[in-house]
């Protein structure tokens, strides 16, 4: 129901940041927890933040916990993920995600209801 387009992603060097953007279309975005998922070359793809669209809260993922902050608006029918101090090793395809709630592993989502197409995010040393 809901569609999603991720942005944002770019290429800097080690230790800048970025901001991703997940927009939804239609009116329905705040009816589903919001995930964010990243998959590097090679690698399994990795659920790294999620908010709850019960209680707002946001939880994360050990490799990013700190460093990243997950964040929606509502009334833009919009989230966001600002990530602070990137290193190489952040180097991913980041996708964000309409779910149907947090799982108890941080920064797990559970129940996809839609991707974003994801975008391209490139850390370099």
Known sequence: EVQL???????????????LSCAASGSTFREYTIGWFRQAPGKEREGISC?????????????VKG????????AKNTAYLQMSSLQPEDTAIYFCAAAMKCGVIA?????????GQGTQVTVSS
């Open 51 to 63: 908010i709850s669209n019960r209680d707002g809260l946001a939880k994360y993922a050990d490799s």
């Open 67 to 74: 460093r990243f902050t997950a964040s929606a608006d509502y």
């Open 107 to 115: 920064g797990q989502a559970i129940g996809i209801n839609s991707w």
């Open 5 to 19: 387009q991720a942005s944002g992603g770019g290429l800097v060097q080690a230790g800048e940041s970025l901001r």
